[in-house]
Protein backbone atom coordinates (compact mmCIF):
# COMPACT_ATOMS: atom_id res chain seq x y z
CA UNK A 1 0.00 0.00 0.00
CA UNK A 2 2.69 2.16 0.81
CA UNK A 3 4.14 2.08 -2.88
CA UNK A 4 1.31 2.15 -4.46
CA UNK A 5 0.61 6.09 -2.64
CA UNK A 6 4.42 6.68 -3.27
CA UNK A 7 3.50 6.24 -6.81
CA UNK A 8 0.70 8.12 -6.66
CA UNK A 9 2.29 10.85 -5.37
CA UNK A 10 5.66 10.39 -7.71
CA UNK A 11 2.93 10.71 -10.45
CA UNK A 12 1.06 13.54 -9.45
CA UNK A 13 4.22 15.85 -9.10
CA UNK A 14 5.09 15.20 -12.89
CA UNK A 15 1.16 15.77 -13.81
CA UNK A 16 0.07 18.54 -16.04
CA UNK A 17 -2.80 18.68 -13.89
CA UNK A 18 -3.22 21.20 -10.82
CA UNK A 19 -3.72 18.68 -8.03
CA UNK A 20 -4.41 20.10 -4.15
CA UNK A 21 -5.52 18.96 -0.98
CA UNK A 22 -7.22 21.59 1.56
CA UNK A 23 -7.82 20.70 5.43
CA UNK A 24 -11.18 21.78 6.99
CA UNK A 25 -9.85 25.08 7.93
CA UNK A 26 -8.73 25.28 4.13
CA UNK A 27 -5.06 25.16 4.43
CA UNK A 28 -3.39 23.70 1.79
CA UNK A 29 -1.71 20.69 2.75
CA UNK A 30 -0.77 19.41 0.00
CA UNK A 31 0.01 20.69 -4.27
CA UNK A 32 1.48 19.29 -6.92
CA UNK A 33 4.34 20.98 -9.05
CA UNK A 34 1.79 22.40 -11.35
CA UNK A 35 -0.33 24.20 -8.85
CA UNK A 36 2.53 25.56 -7.26
CA UNK A 37 3.58 27.40 -9.95
CA UNK A 38 0.33 28.57 -10.99
CA UNK A 39 -0.62 29.55 -7.59
CA UNK A 40 3.49 30.70 -6.77
CA UNK A 41 3.74 28.20 -3.79
CA UNK A 42 6.90 27.15 -2.71
CA UNK A 43 7.69 22.99 -1.94
CA UNK A 44 6.73 22.68 1.74
CA UNK A 45 4.82 25.96 2.22
CA UNK A 46 0.77 25.44 3.68
CA UNK A 47 -0.71 28.53 3.21
CA UNK A 48 -4.25 29.43 3.56
CA UNK A 49 -6.30 29.82 0.39
CA UNK A 50 -7.45 33.14 1.29
CA UNK A 51 -3.87 34.07 1.82
CA UNK A 52 -2.54 32.18 -1.89
CA UNK A 53 -5.76 34.17 -3.47
CA UNK A 54 -4.85 37.30 -1.48
CA UNK A 55 -1.48 37.74 -2.39
CA UNK A 56 -1.71 36.64 -6.04
CA UNK A 57 -4.01 39.33 -6.41
CA UNK A 58 -1.87 41.86 -4.75
CA UNK A 59 0.39 41.20 -7.58
CA UNK A 60 -1.77 40.81 -10.40
CA UNK A 61 -0.83 36.75 -11.27
CA UNK A 62 -2.92 33.56 -10.31
CA UNK A 63 -6.41 33.56 -11.44
CA UNK A 64 -8.06 36.77 -12.35
CA UNK A 65 -10.15 38.02 -10.18
CA UNK A 66 -13.21 40.63 -11.38
CA UNK A 67 -13.42 42.31 -8.62
CA UNK A 68 -13.21 46.08 -7.52
CA UNK A 69 -12.78 45.04 -3.71
CA UNK A 70 -10.68 42.30 -3.23
CA UNK A 71 -12.21 41.80 0.34
CA UNK A 72 -16.11 41.61 -0.95
CA UNK A 73 -14.99 38.63 -3.48
CA UNK A 74 -13.77 36.86 -0.65
CA UNK A 75 -16.54 36.57 1.37
CA UNK A 76 -18.59 35.98 -1.57
CA UNK A 77 -16.68 33.19 -2.98
CA UNK A 78 -16.01 31.91 0.71
CA UNK A 79 -20.04 31.97 1.08
CA UNK A 80 -20.17 28.94 -1.15
CA UNK A 81 -16.58 27.33 -1.31
CA UNK A 82 -16.48 24.15 0.05
CA UNK A 83 -20.15 24.16 0.91
CA UNK A 84 -21.68 20.86 -1.65
CA UNK A 85 -19.51 17.70 -1.81
CA UNK A 86 -18.74 18.48 -5.46
CA UNK A 87 -18.96 21.27 -7.77
CA UNK A 88 -17.11 21.92 -11.13
CA UNK A 89 -16.65 25.76 -12.62
CA UNK A 90 -13.82 27.01 -15.21
CA UNK A 91 -11.37 30.32 -13.95
CA UNK A 92 -8.63 31.97 -16.03
CA UNK A 93 -5.12 32.90 -15.23
CA UNK A 94 -3.19 36.07 -16.10
CA UNK A 95 -0.88 33.72 -18.11
CA UNK A 96 -3.86 33.37 -20.68
CA UNK A 97 -4.96 29.79 -19.86
CA UNK A 98 -8.06 28.54 -18.92
CA UNK A 99 -8.60 25.91 -16.42
CA UNK A 100 -11.79 23.45 -15.70
CA UNK A 101 -11.51 23.28 -11.65
CA UNK A 102 -13.13 20.68 -9.82
CA UNK A 103 -13.86 20.32 -6.13
CA UNK A 104 -14.84 17.42 -3.84
CA UNK A 105 -15.25 17.87 -0.54
CA UNK A 106 -15.30 14.87 2.41
CA UNK A 107 -17.57 14.54 5.66
CA UNK A 108 -14.99 16.21 7.74
CA UNK A 109 -14.70 19.21 4.84
CA UNK A 110 -11.33 18.11 3.43
CA UNK A 111 -11.22 19.43 -0.36
CA UNK A 112 -9.52 17.72 -2.87
CA UNK A 113 -9.22 20.15 -5.95
CA UNK A 114 -8.10 18.91 -9.65
CA UNK A 115 -7.71 21.37 -12.40
CA UNK A 116 -6.88 20.58 -16.24
CA UNK A 117 -5.91 23.21 -18.95
CA UNK A 118 -8.48 23.65 -21.13
CA UNK A 119 -7.56 26.79 -22.87
CA UNK A 120 -8.02 24.87 -26.45
CA UNK A 121 -11.60 25.10 -26.28
CA UNK A 122 -12.76 28.18 -28.33
CA UNK A 123 -13.41 31.21 -26.88
CA UNK A 124 -16.59 31.61 -27.98
CA UNK A 125 -18.04 28.79 -26.08
CA UNK A 126 -15.79 29.56 -22.88
CA UNK A 127 -17.93 33.00 -22.96
CA UNK A 128 -21.17 30.65 -22.74
CA UNK A 129 -20.11 28.74 -20.20
CA UNK A 130 -18.54 31.64 -17.98
CA UNK A 131 -21.87 33.77 -18.22
CA UNK A 132 -23.50 30.47 -17.37
CA UNK A 133 -21.74 30.26 -14.17
CA UNK A 134 -21.88 33.92 -13.68
CA UNK A 135 -25.79 33.43 -13.65
CA UNK A 136 -26.06 30.59 -11.43
CA UNK A 137 -23.68 32.68 -8.58
CA UNK A 138 -25.86 35.86 -9.42
CA UNK A 139 -29.20 33.42 -8.27
CA UNK A 140 -27.83 32.14 -5.37
CA UNK A 141 -26.53 35.48 -3.96
CA UNK A 142 -27.72 38.18 -2.07
CA UNK A 143 -27.07 41.49 -3.54
CA UNK A 144 -27.00 43.75 -0.68
CA UNK A 145 -24.29 41.36 1.63
CA UNK A 146 -22.81 38.91 -0.93
CA UNK A 147 -23.61 35.91 1.17
CA UNK A 148 -25.95 33.17 -0.33
CA UNK A 149 -29.36 33.96 -0.28
CA UNK A 150 -32.90 31.99 0.84
CA UNK A 151 -32.36 29.88 -1.97
CA UNK A 152 -28.99 28.39 -1.43
CA UNK A 153 -28.94 28.25 2.57
CA UNK A 154 -32.37 26.13 2.38
CA UNK A 155 -31.02 23.80 0.26
CA UNK A 156 -28.14 23.30 2.26
CA UNK A 157 -30.55 23.05 5.55
CA UNK A 158 -32.10 20.16 2.94
CA UNK A 159 -29.01 18.33 3.13
CA UNK A 160 -28.65 17.95 6.42
CA UNK A 161 -32.13 17.01 6.61
CA UNK A 162 -31.10 13.91 4.17
CA UNK A 163 -27.93 12.67 6.20
CA UNK A 164 -30.18 12.83 9.06
CA UNK A 165 -32.79 10.39 7.95
CA UNK A 166 -29.99 8.31 5.91
CA UNK A 167 -27.90 7.88 9.02
CA UNK A 168 -30.54 8.29 11.64
CA UNK A 169 -28.26 7.80 14.85
CA UNK A 170 -25.47 10.63 14.16
CA UNK A 171 -25.06 14.21 15.20
CA UNK A 172 -26.19 15.54 11.29
CA UNK A 173 -26.83 19.29 11.78
CA UNK A 174 -28.53 22.19 13.05
CA UNK A 175 -30.28 25.00 11.44
CA UNK A 176 -29.96 28.50 13.26
CA UNK A 177 -32.49 31.13 12.64
CA UNK A 178 -30.94 34.77 13.12
CA UNK A 179 -32.69 37.58 13.58
CA UNK A 180 -31.59 41.67 14.21
CA UNK A 181 -32.99 42.76 17.41
CA UNK A 182 -35.43 45.95 16.65
CA UNK A 183 -34.04 46.72 13.28
CA UNK A 184 -36.94 48.97 12.57
CA UNK A 185 -35.82 51.02 15.45
CA UNK A 186 -32.68 51.28 13.18
CA UNK A 187 -34.04 52.19 10.25
CA UNK A 188 -36.46 54.42 11.89
CA UNK A 189 -33.58 56.13 13.78
CA UNK A 190 -30.76 56.60 11.51
CA UNK A 191 -32.18 55.86 7.82
CA UNK A 192 -32.28 52.86 5.46
CA UNK A 193 -28.90 53.81 4.36
CA UNK A 194 -27.42 52.82 8.13
CA UNK A 195 -29.52 49.80 8.19
CA UNK A 196 -27.78 48.60 5.33
CA UNK A 197 -24.66 49.14 6.70
CA UNK A 198 -25.71 46.82 9.56
CA UNK A 199 -27.22 44.00 7.73
CA UNK A 200 -23.90 43.84 6.04
CA UNK A 201 -21.67 44.38 9.24
CA UNK A 202 -23.39 41.28 10.62
CA UNK A 203 -23.20 39.43 7.91
CA UNK A 204 -19.52 39.77 7.46
CA UNK A 205 -19.39 39.10 10.89
CA UNK A 206 -20.57 36.07 11.07
CA UNK A 207 -19.63 34.58 8.24
CA UNK A 208 -15.84 35.19 9.01
CA UNK A 209 -16.99 32.78 12.04
CA UNK A 210 -18.46 30.18 10.67
CA UNK A 211 -16.66 26.61 9.90
CA UNK A 212 -15.92 25.72 5.88
CA UNK A 213 -18.35 23.49 6.26
CA UNK A 214 -21.26 25.86 7.22
CA UNK A 215 -23.38 28.14 5.72
CA UNK A 216 -24.87 31.22 6.33
CA UNK A 217 -27.47 32.78 4.13
CA UNK A 218 -29.77 36.12 4.28
CA UNK A 219 -33.46 34.75 4.37
CA UNK A 220 -35.26 37.80 3.69
CA UNK A 221 -35.50 41.67 5.70
CA UNK A 222 -32.99 41.48 8.43
CA UNK A 223 -33.57 37.45 9.21
CA UNK A 224 -30.49 34.97 8.31
CA UNK A 225 -30.37 31.44 8.11
CA UNK A 226 -27.05 29.50 9.45
CA UNK A 227 -26.80 25.30 8.60
CA UNK A 228 -24.53 23.88 11.15
CA UNK A 229 -23.69 20.21 9.94
CA UNK A 230 -22.59 17.54 11.91
CA UNK A 231 -23.46 19.78 15.18
CA UNK A 232 -25.28 18.44 17.52
CA UNK A 233 -28.08 21.00 19.70
CA UNK A 234 -25.09 21.87 22.47
CA UNK A 235 -22.48 22.18 19.61
CA UNK A 236 -24.90 24.72 17.61
CA UNK A 237 -25.35 26.52 20.81
CA UNK A 238 -21.79 27.29 21.69
CA UNK A 239 -21.05 28.48 18.18
CA UNK A 240 -24.10 30.40 17.96
CA UNK A 241 -23.05 32.43 21.59
CA UNK A 242 -19.63 33.19 20.40
CA UNK A 243 -21.12 35.23 17.35
CA UNK A 244 -23.62 36.89 19.96
CA UNK A 245 -20.94 37.94 21.76
CA UNK A 246 -18.50 39.12 18.61
CA UNK A 247 -22.11 40.93 17.40
CA UNK A 248 -22.11 42.91 20.63
CA UNK A 249 -19.14 44.47 20.32
CA UNK A 250 -19.20 45.61 16.67
CA UNK A 251 -20.01 48.92 16.28
CA UNK A 252 -20.84 49.72 12.13
CA UNK A 253 -22.08 53.39 12.57
CA UNK A 254 -19.32 56.07 12.58
CA UNK A 255 -22.39 58.81 12.96
CA UNK A 256 -22.75 57.04 16.13
CA UNK A 257 -20.04 55.67 18.40
CA UNK A 258 -21.84 54.93 20.90
CA UNK A 259 -24.43 52.59 18.74
CA UNK A 260 -23.96 48.97 19.07
CA UNK A 261 -26.46 46.26 17.56
CA UNK A 262 -27.96 42.29 19.08
CA UNK A 263 -29.33 39.48 17.27
CA UNK A 264 -31.52 36.62 18.76
CA UNK A 265 -31.58 32.74 17.30
CA UNK A 266 -33.54 30.15 17.71
CA UNK A 267 -31.95 26.34 16.79
CA UNK A 268 -33.66 23.27 15.56
CA UNK A 269 -31.95 19.96 15.34
CA UNK A 270 -32.27 17.88 11.99
CA UNK A 271 -34.37 14.43 12.69
CA UNK A 272 -35.10 11.71 10.44
CA UNK A 273 -37.82 11.98 8.18
CA UNK A 274 -37.72 15.79 8.92
CA UNK A 275 -38.72 18.61 5.80
CA UNK A 276 -37.43 21.42 5.54
CA UNK A 277 -40.83 23.15 6.59
CA UNK A 278 -40.79 21.31 10.03
CA UNK A 279 -36.86 22.27 10.80
CA UNK A 280 -37.35 25.83 9.79
CA UNK A 281 -40.71 25.49 11.85
CA UNK A 282 -38.77 24.28 14.88
CA UNK A 283 -35.94 26.60 14.94
CA UNK A 284 -38.44 29.66 13.99
CA UNK A 285 -40.60 28.79 16.68
CA UNK A 286 -37.44 28.87 19.14
CA UNK A 287 -36.56 32.14 17.92
CA UNK A 288 -39.97 33.88 18.62
CA UNK A 289 -39.24 32.33 22.51
CA UNK A 290 -35.76 34.05 22.17
CA UNK A 291 -37.57 37.59 21.25
CA UNK A 292 -40.24 37.04 23.81
CA UNK A 293 -37.68 36.26 26.37
CA UNK A 294 -36.14 39.82 26.15
CA UNK A 295 -33.95 39.32 22.77
CA UNK A 296 -30.18 39.58 22.38
CA UNK A 297 -30.29 35.55 23.50
CA UNK A 298 -30.07 32.03 22.23
CA UNK A 299 -33.55 29.39 22.29
CA UNK A 300 -33.14 25.84 21.91
CA UNK A 301 -36.37 24.04 20.50
CA UNK A 302 -38.50 22.93 23.11
CA UNK A 303 -36.40 24.59 25.31
CA UNK A 304 -37.32 28.36 26.34
CA UNK A 305 -34.82 30.44 28.09
CA UNK A 306 -35.38 33.14 30.52
CA UNK A 307 -32.69 34.56 32.07
CA UNK A 308 -32.36 38.41 31.28
CA UNK A 309 -30.11 39.74 28.17
CA UNK A 310 -26.73 40.44 28.65
CA UNK A 311 -26.02 44.19 29.02
CA UNK A 312 -25.41 46.39 25.72
Known amino acids: MEDIVLRLSEVQEISGALVALYDGSDRLRYANRAFREVYFIDPGEMPLWADIMRRNFALSRGTIIRAASFEEWLVSTQARRGKVGFRAFETDLFDGRWLWMTETVDTEGWMLCIASDITSIRATERKVRQDRDFALKVAQTDEL????????????????????????????????????????NINDRFGHAAGDIVLRDFAITIHGMVRRLDSMGRIGGEEFALVLPGACLPDAENIVERMLLQVRQSKPLSIDPAFGYTFSAGIAQARPGDTLDRLYERADKALYRAKLGGRNRICLEGEPRNEPAAAI
Open 145 to 184: TGIPNRRFVLARAEEIIARATAVPDNNCGCLAILDLDNFK
